[in-house]
């Protein structure tokens, strides 16, 4: 019979604690998408944003010491939002290398990668079965995709016709 005018008094005190927990930025926590538009966010086809250096730091934080990154909130083409799931993927293996590629798939350069300065990070679109990400950040910009909804999209900080961040529809995933 005591037991039920501590029961409140518990509640609270586990709802304190968690609203705590939540607001610190602890690795493996959610992370708001790392860019907003800088141009009209209903287009369907490209949006031209901006990074938040702020949250790219967030999310190599996450990567490093939780392997983790839960991104919420990330903006697309269309004012479409999604949540992705990613999981750090090593890029850290002795002599991995940057090659730029020209065309007809012939190197132009390469470079062996400090295994500090890329994150790389793959998984899933939250709420779609079928989708996928993945993000690649550091010192020399952010390339990647995201497919939801069967339609692909590529990321990259450009420069793409002198706009700094471009995420446009590059294709219908063929499922």
């Known amino acids: 019979m005591n037991r039920l005018p501590l029961a ?3 509640l609270a005190t586990l ?4 609203t705590t927990t939540v607001a610190e930025d602890i690795p493996g926590n959610w992370i708001p ?13 490209r949006l031209t944003l ?9 999310m190599s934080t ?20 999604v949540d992705l799931d990613l999981e750090a993927i ?11 590629m020209g065309k007809g798939g012939r190197p132009i350069s390469r470079r062996t990668v400090v295994d500090t300065e890329t994150i790389a990070l793959g998984g899933r679109v939250l709420d779609d079965p ?14 990647g995709w995201i497919r939801y909804q069967g339609i692909a999209f590529g990321i990259s900080d450009g420069p793409r016709n002198g706009e ?12």
């Not at 709802?15 to 968690?18: D, K, P, Y």
């Not at 079928?130 to 390339?143: H, K, Q, R, S, Y």
């Open 62 to 81: 996450s990567a490093r010491t939780a392997s983790r990154v839960l991104l919420g909130d990330v903006l697309l083409p269309g004012g479409v939002r």
């Open 33 to 45: 998408g790392p860019w907003h538009a800088t141009s009209d966010a209903t287009s369907t086809e």
């Open 90 to 100: 090593p890029t850290n293996a002795p002599g991995t290398e940057v090659v730029v």
């Open 164 to 175: 700094p961040m471009i995420v446009r529809q590059i294709g219908r995933a063929h499922v």
């Open 130 to 143: 079928d989708g996928e990400a993945f993000l690649a950040f550091g010192a020399v910009g952010i390339e």
């Open 15 to 18: 709802a304190v604690l968690a």
């Open 8 to 10: 409140p008094a518990a």
């Open 50 to 58: 901006e990074l938040d250096e702020s949250l790219l730091a967030r």
